[in-house]
Structure formats: C-alpha cells, structure tokens
C-alpha cells in the first residue's frame, strides 16, 4: 500500500485548526453569563447585542475582550448620544458574576438600564474599571463600596442614586477617578476623602450635597479636574485647595451657596482651562492675582456680588467669559476679549458696558455662539457683528438703546433666541424668526404685519404699529 504523504499533511493541518478554534472559542461560563445579560434585556432597538448568539465565541461578540485564557475580560457597551436608538431596556444579571476573570465593565450612555447597584461586582477580585454611567440605577451606592480596593476608577455619573456618598469609598486608595456626579446624592462630602491621593479627576457635581467644602486637598498632588458644581455647598473657598495650583485644570464650583472673598491664591493656578465660581453668594472685589491666569480659556463668575475694579487680565485667548449679574461697571469690553481668536461666547448682562456696538470690532465673530449683552447702555447697531456670525445660537441684548432695522439682520440656520426687548428698534418683522425657538422684540418701534409664528403676544407687545396674530389683525 503506498503512502499518501499530502493526504497525511491534510489531516494534520486540519487537526491543528479544530484544536485552534477549540481553544479560541470563550469559555461555557463566560457565554453562560453573557447570555443572560442579553436575556435581561427587553429593547435593545439599535441591535447593540445582536451579535451575541448562543454557539458562537462570545470573544468576538461586539463589546466583548478576552485577554487571559480566552476569558473575558472586560464588558464595554456604549450608547451614542447624538443617537437616541442607542439604547438598552432592562436589568444588569447577577450571572455576569461567571466571568472570573472580569476587570473592567463598560454600561455607557444606555439610558435605560435599571435597577440597583449589581451586588455581584463585589465578588470580583481583577476588578479594577467600573463605568456604569448615563443610565436609570437607583437606589443607594452601597455602604461596604470601599471593599472594592483594588479598583482604579469608579464612575457611576449619570444616574439616579440617592442617599449619602458612603464613608467607605475613602478606603479605595487606588482610585485615579471617582465619578458620582448626576446623581441625587446627599449629605455632606466625606471628610476623609483626603486619602484618595491618587486621584487625578474627582467629579460630585449636580448632586443635592450640603455642608462645606472639606479643607483635605493637601495630599490631590496629581488632581487635574475637580468638579463639586450643582450642589448645595456653602462655606469659603477651603485653603487647601491652593495646593492643587501645579496641575488643576478645571476648578468648577458653580452653583451652590459659597461665601466669602474669592481667595488670591486663585492666581496660581498657572495650568487652569476652566473656572467656574458662577451662581455663588461671592463678594468683594476679585484678587489681582487674576492677571496671572493667562492660559484660562473658560471664566465664569456670574450671578454673584462681585465688586469693582475688574482686575487687568493678560488672558491670550478666552474661549468663553460670563461675568453677568455682580457689581462691575467695565464701560468698555476688555481688550483681551476683543483680541480673541477662539472665542465662542460672550455675556456681559448688567456689567456697566457703554459703547456703540457698531464700533465693536472683535478680531474673530465667525465661531461665535452665544452673547448676552442684556441691561447695559449699548447703543449703535449689532448688525455688523451679527450678520459675520454662521453658527450664532443665543443673542441676548434686552434693555439697551440699539437702534437699527430688524429685516437687516441675518437669520442663521443655527439661531435658536434672539431678545431684543426694550430698544429702539425699527422696522418690519423679517420671515426669519419664525424658525427661532425663543423671541421677544417686545417695546420697539416696530411696524407692519407680524409673519406667520409659534410666540405669545408678549414676544411683541409695546411695539408702534405691529398687527396680525398674535396680536389683534391688521385693519
């Protein structure tokens, strides 16, 4: 018999290829639990899970890795936000306890998962990435959350937990990120969160959180984003938070219910991007030490009792200022702002402006977004800078004396509001506002016949001679 040394060849090639594929496919456990997830789910309308079939290796399931063992580990399902299908309806299963192997799970922007917060977590010792954000969990964070110590981030933003932030969590020395923000959360900070000395982003914000603001920054070396906005914080500004001055980028405190001087050491914080001291009870006059802060792109001190002189800023290119509603009177729009480049939004409501806006002469209008010039003594024209504007939302300009006619005005796709009450505006209504969301031309000098629109009368009223729906028909 002679033999077949090709045929030999085939058979052993094809040998190895089963063995390969036998030790590719996921473990039973871990398609077990995965496929209970799945039968947990009610609506799942963008098919996020649709790839996940019974038979088939879970490890190239969408969502799903598997690095040890052909184990998986780590669960990263992501909703979009810019798209509403996105979504999961139901529960997390306890089964997922079956990966062993598990470091990191991902429930992203799913809107609707529910439930409380899966106990079975705890029974994980390669934990270390909890993402569970943007969903519908409810119920309170458990008290024993700090016997996850090996846990490097924990984000549960987003959701609908509410009780206190457990003590325990100060025992999670691990952490690089804590994220409870979104919540409805209350009672007071920890006041041992000090001890979280990694951290590099500790976000509580837009939670129901009162008391004061723990003075226990002193070991954050590492913290770039701090962000406690949205609560019911009172007291000062804690001194310990001088120390954050080397790499805190985002300071964010708006608000809440903080008192007091705004402290100079503010000044120092030579790396800040963002800050945001808005809807506070701050007075007195801000520290000169703000001259300093020439990198900072987002200021936002509004809505407090902020005194004058506005110190002399030296800011290369602010992105976003809102000093609206303190006690300033700046007469002029500051320098630094006019010579932005990258600047997208402006609102200096009630800031003591007087200038003709047809001599404002910004160096950049195009990316602008949003401006509130509201309750000043602005006169002149905005149409020179309006009509160079292709993404304006929001204009904002009640109570002022500008003086000009209103069919000039450019009407860009992206415009939502335009307040233009109390001026002397002339003119007729252009066709263009009725594609707005928000209007009010309210007590000008408008005549003629309103176009066809969504708005109340008090979008109109207190003008000369304007007439048809909503007001009464033209004669």
């Known amino acids: 018999m002679k033999f077949n040394f090709s045929l030999l060849l085939f058979f052993l090639f094809l040998s190895i290829s089963i063995l390969q594929l036998a030790s590719a496919a996921c473990h039973a456990d871990d398609e077990t639990a995965l496929l209970a997830f799945k039968s947990g789910i009610t609506q799942d309308p963008s098919g996020l899970l649709s790839s996940w079939k019974s038979g088939t290796d879970c490890c190239t399931w969408a969502g799903i890795n598997c690095l040890v063992n052909n184990r998986v580990t780590s669960l990263s399902l992501v909703g979009q936000p810019d798209k509403p299908n996105t979504f999961l309806t139901g529960t997390i299963s306890s089964n997922l306890v079956k990966l062993k192997y598990l470091d990191g799970i991902y429930l992203q922007n799913l809107k609707n998962l529910s ?27 458990p008290a024993n959350i700090g016997n996850l110590t090996q846990l490097e981030a924990l984000s549960l933003s987003g959701n609908q937990f509410t009780g206190i932030i457990p003590s ?24 041992k969160m000090g001890k979280l000395k990694n951290l590099t982003l500790l976000s509580l914000d837009h939670n129901q959180l009162t008391g004061t603001i723990p003075n226990n920054f002193s070991s954050f070396t590492n913290l770039r984003i701090l962000r406690l906005s949205f609560n019911n914080l009172s007291g000062n500004i804690p001194s ?6 080397p790499k805190l980028q985002y300071l964010e405190l708006g608000h809440n219910a903080l008192s007091g ?7 120092k914080f030579q790396a800040l991007d963002t800050l945001d001291l808005s809807r506070n009870k701050f007075s007195g006059t801000l520290p000169k030490s703000f001259g300093n802060l020439t990198k900072i792109f987002n200021l936002d001190l509004s809505y407090n009792s902020l005194n004058d002189p506005f110190p002399v800023m030296n800011v290369k290119g602010i992105e976003s200022l809102d000093l609206s509603y303190n006690n300033f009177h700046l007469k002029q729009i500051p320098k630094w702002v006019i010579s932005s480049p990258i600047i997208y939004s402006l609102k200096l409501a009630k800031c003591g402006l007087q200038l003709n806006l047809s001599e404002f002469q910004p160096a950049e209008t195009y990316f602008y977004d949003y401006i509130d010039l509201s309750g000043n003594e602005i006169s002149g024209s905005p149409v020179g800078l309006l009509n160079r504007t292709d993404y304006l939302v929001g204009f904002w300009a009640s109570g002022n ?46 005549c003629g016949q309103i ?14 001679c304007l007439c048809g729906s909503p007001l009464p028909p033209c004669k």
Do not use: M, W
């Open 115 to 141: 439930g409380k917060f899966p106990d079975f977590l705890f029974g994980f010792s390669n934990l270390k990435y909890i993402y569970i954000e943007h969903n519908k969990l409810s119920g309170q964070i």
């Open 168 to 191: 325990s969590i100060t025992k999670l020395i691990q952490l690089t990120q804590l994220n409870l923000g979104q919540n409805l959360l209350t009672g007071k900070i920890p006041d």
């Open 240 to 245: 310990s938070i001088s120390l954050l001055a």
């Open 261 to 267: 001087k705004i402290p100079d050491f503010l000044g």
């Open 401 to 446: 004396k500008l003086k000009f006619d209103l069919e000039s005005l450019r009407i860009v796709k992206t415009l939502k509001t335009l307040d233009l009450s109390r001026n002397l505006v002339y003119g007729k209504v252009p066709k263009g506002v009725s594609g707005l969301e928000k209007l009010n031309v309210s007590y000008n000098h408008l």
């Open 451 to 464: 176009p066809a629109n969504k708005f109340a009368a008090s979008a109109f009223v207190g003008n000369d």
